[in-house]
């Protein structure tokens, strides 16, 4: 038997503008403030269970000795110890960077404790601004796709990197207001994106965007008069998307052979069933508490470490609305690593990112803030020692991650490419491989 155990990051399953109106979190995000939603899944042996849960039992009860006061809170409230007592706003500023032996240690013998007993890692993320894109344009983005040979994928990207990062209040509005018509929305994202591309015709930083920008509004012009069917979507979070990805992971290794038969998927309180009875797992148990739990113990301080790297990476790489024409770099303090914290981010590699599990790491369409964490990661882990790594000051590392992340940015627009291409080959078309199953949703 086999045990599976799920827990989330930045959950909402509605979006509202935010009050006052802030530009950089145009919608309220809650207390996570989380632009990405991000879920982790473990699985674990049965055979092994015991013994996992003797020996995080030990790591837990270390940690607490370092930490007096939270052990007597934790003892007093009858609290299990959770990712976020270990990872605070305060001590995370700048990642694994800024974190102290303590919380460094924590996480370098946990991930060993994983890695010994072969516990099984999913990580999934979805852009909350892409739900409200797909909730009006949907249908609009697959039709003009199909009518003039544009990528579906490519334009869902920019059509959300734009709501993300540089649309209006107003046109934000218009989206989240179902009253308003398609057409309405259409016209007023034209606005919005001609008003950007005219703000921006010298900005050389932004020429390859501005570029797509003015794509888009050509493409509006074509359709603004051709009917659109409201897309039966709401703006809220699409467990689909996720379950497709699910099964992707399920399917890729060995676990085909066992899990729609022998698993038994524990889902942490606040996480539906219902989206994922269709996998044919052999028993699903819903609103499991934490404290009872070990393996959503795990996961919830994997969730954690993640969904705050994920975060604070994305803040961090965002350029300032206010100079949009200056070349933006992670500050430099995320490079400044001493060697334990080095060894930490290698481990996480190794974790995470194994190079015979391609669905083990699944970003949405729409990855910009995913994949800065990914990139990270590998970028620091391409070093084979600490030394190799200090051969450079931060600062460079900083240049040469953005050159690292490009070119793999680059390498997935042309995936979605082939991808679609391939989708046309086999089903006709992109909608038509969707309604098939044959590829995710955009």
């Known amino acids: 038997m086999y045990y599976m155990y799920i827990d989330e990051k930045g959950p909402q399953e509605r979006f509202k503008i935010s009050k006052p109106y802030d530009r950089i979190n145009k919608i309220s995000y809650g207390n996570d403030n989380m632009h990405t939603y991000v879920a982790n899944i473990i699985l674990i042996n049965e ?13 837990e009860n270390e940690y607490l000795n370092t930490r007096p006061q939270l052990k007597k809170n934790l003892k007093i409230k009858n609290k299990e110890l959770k990712g976020k007592d270990i990872i605070k706003n305060e001590n995370f500023k700048y990642g ?3 974190l ?3 919380e460094i240690q924590f996480f370098i013998k946990l991930l060993t404790l994983l890695e010994k007993f072969k516990v099984e890692n999913f990580v999934f993320s ?3 601004i892409a739900l409200i894109l797909d909730s009006r344009l949907n249908n609009w983005i697959l039709n003009v796709s199909e009518k003039y040979e544009v990528s579906c994928t490519l334009l869902h990207y920019s059509l959300a990197k734009f709501l993300d990062i540089e649309c209006s209040q107003k046109t934000l509005e218009k989206f989240l207001d179902k009253k308003i018509n398609i057409k309405e929305v259409l016209l007023e994202l034209k606005n919005n994106l001609s008003d950007i591309i005219t703000y921006n015709v010298n900005n050389k930083r932004m020429k390859r965007q501005i ?3 003015m794509e888009i509004v050509t493409l509006i012009e074509k359709t603004i008069e051709i009917d659109v069917l409201e897309p039966n979507i709401e703006a809220k979070f699409n467990w689909n998307k996720f379950r497709f990805m699910l099964e992707l992971w399920l399917n890729e290794g060995k676990e085909k052979k066992f899990l729609s038969e022998m698993a038994i998927f524990f889902l942490d309180e606040g996480i539906p069933k219902s989206p994922f009875e269709k996998i044919g797992l052999n028993l699903i148990e819903e609103n499991c508490k ?13 969730v954690v470490l993640i969904g705050k790297y994920i975060s604070k990476l994305g803040q961090n790489a965002m350029y300032d609305l206010d100079n949009p024409d200056v070349k933006k770099l992670l500050d430099k303090e995320w490079f400044e690593l001493n060697e334990e914290q080095f060894c930490l981010i290698k481990l996480i590699s190794k974790y995470f990112f194994k190079n015979n599990r391609k669905f083990s790491y699944c970003r949405d369409t729409y990855f910009d803030d995913s994949l800065v964490f990914e990139t990270f990661i590998k970028y620091i882990s391409e070093f084979e020692n600490i030394e190799k790594y200090n051969f450079k000051s931060s600062e460079e590392h900083s240049f040469c991650f953005l050159l690292f992340y490009i070119g793999i940015a680059d390498n997935i627009f042309q995936e979605f490419l082939d991808n679609e291409l391939k989708c046309k080959e086999v089903y006709g078309s992109y909608r038509e491989a969707i309604d098939k199953k044959g590829i995710r949703l955009l």
């Open 96 to 98: 694994i960077a800024s």
């Open 126 to 128: 979805i852009s909350k």
């Open 100 to 102: 102290k032996t303590n």
């Open 211 to 213: 570029n797509v920008y």
């Open 290 to 302: 934490s404290d009872e739990h070990i393996g959503l113990m795990i996961t919830d301080v994997l």
């Open 47 to 59: 055979k092994n269970l015991n013994q996992i849960e003797n020996e995080y039992k030990i790591l």
